[in-house]
């Protein structure tokens, strides 16, 4: 079936370092997400993406949608401490009408102080 | 700006006892989204509604019915529970074809 492919599982990282993770898939998709979770939070969105080549800022955060529409990355700059949290990507996927959502495995971020 | 809305946030249950969800999405919005999320899994995809219909099921065990009202709240119930349904539940509501909302989640525990 469909699967996103997330990397890095894991990071550690220094505040004030920039922070990269990215999500591939074998599929075309036509939306990618951004998510970040908190523990024991509900999933924020981050981003949303709609056009391939599309990048996107949100203050601190960039994400773009690959042009082969088949993965996405997500950067963070200068990171701080509150950005600890899981970070998952997403795409949509069209059910004749109706649509599902598929998530990547998440991207665990630690910031050291 | 209004978010989904789940209660209870936490609920402690024993085996074999039964569990109702509730959700309130975004107003305005038409599809809801029912999730399960394990220690350090991602959600687990559970069951959705388009317009008060049943749109997509997902690995949601037989023991778990759901549904949307006419006021397009939905509830999840969950019955027989076992150990093993002991998750964070989440809520999420989007437009059809766009992004979805999380809510704050259900932090259920079976003992």
């Known amino acids: 079936g469909q699967q996103l492919n997330q990397s890095p599982q894991s990071m550690f990282i220094q505040e004030g370092e920039d922070v990269s993770m990215n999500c591939t898939s074998s599929s075309i998709f036509n939306t990618w997400l951004w998510y970040k979770q908190d523990p024991g939070e509900g999933p924020v969105l981050l981003i949303a993406?709609?056009?391939?080549?599309e990048l996107t800022s949100n203050g601190r955060l960039t994400a773009q949608f690959g042009i082969t529409r088949k993965d996405s990355f997500l950067n963070i700059s200068a990171s701080i401490p509150s950005d600890v949290g899981i970070y998952f990507c997403a795409v949509t996927v069209d059910t004749s009408g109706t649509y599902k959502y598929i998530f990547g495995t998440g991207t665990r971020l630690k910031v050291l102080a | 700006a209004a978010g989904v809305i789940q209660s209870p946030r936490h609920l402690i249950k024993e085996k074999r006892e039964t569990a109702t969800l509730k959700c309130y999405p975004i107003?305005?919005?038409?599809?809801v989204y029912w999730y399960q999320q394990g220690p350090g899994q991602d959600p687990q995809f559970l069951i959705s509604?388009?317009?008060?219909?049943?749109?997509d099921k997902g690995s949601i065990p037989d023991r778990f019915s759901a549904q949307q009202f006419s006021d397009y709240h939905s509830e999840l119930n969950m019955s027989s529970l076992e150990l093993g349904d002991s998750a964070l539940y989440f809520c999420?509501?989007?437009?059809?074809?766009?992004?979805?909302?999380f809510g704050p989640g259900t932090r259920l525990t079976v003992t």
């Open positions: 993406l709609y056009k391939a080549g």
């Open positions: 107003p305005r919005h038409d599809t």
């Open positions: 999420a509501s989007s437009l059809v074809g766009y992004e979805q909302y």
């Open positions: 509604f388009y317009e008060k219909m049943q749109s």
